[in-house]
């Protein structure tokens, strides 16, 4: 499976974006999806991810309550819908697919990742 990530950009804190992760191939239904994220010099870190039919979410705790993971089996699309943004949530954002059936939390857990998309968040 292919990836494209977008819906990054400059917002000012307290604002919202929705990013939108696009991916190739006619089984797009049957891969965990998840969202990850990198700030200069910090690791990858774990945002989201969603079962392949989207009947179960996971969040990290940094973000629960203000991100919002979701997908659209029809579209081959999935979504990370970011509110009350803080700048501490500025960095890379990834889309990140597996075909193991679970939801990781670490990078080494999906297979097929996006290019990334930046979001800024400004004080």
């Known amino acids: 499976v292919q990836l494209q990530a977008s819906g990054g950009g400059l917002v000012q804190a307290g604002g919202s974006l929705r990013l939108s992760c696009a991916a190739s191939g006619r089984t797009f239904s049957s891969y965990v999806m998840g969202w990850f994220r990198q700030a200069p010099g910090k690791e990858r870190e774990f945002v989201g991810g969603?079962?392949?039919?989207?009947?179960?979410?996971d969040h990290a705790d940094s973000v629960k309550g203000r991100f919002t993971i979701s997908r659209d089996n029809a579209n081959n699309t999935v979504y990370l819908e970011m509110n009350s943004l803080k700048p501490e949530d500025t960095a890379v954002y990834y889309c990140?697919?597996?075909?193991?059936?679970?939801?990781?939390?670490?990078?080494?857990?999906?297979?097929?990742w996006g290019q990334g998309t930046l979001v800024t968040v400004s004080s």
């Open positions: 990140a697919a597996n075909d193991r059936g679970y939801i990781g939390t670490w990078k080494a857990g999906y297979d097929y």
């Open positions: 969603i079962s392949p039919s989207g009947g179960y979410t």
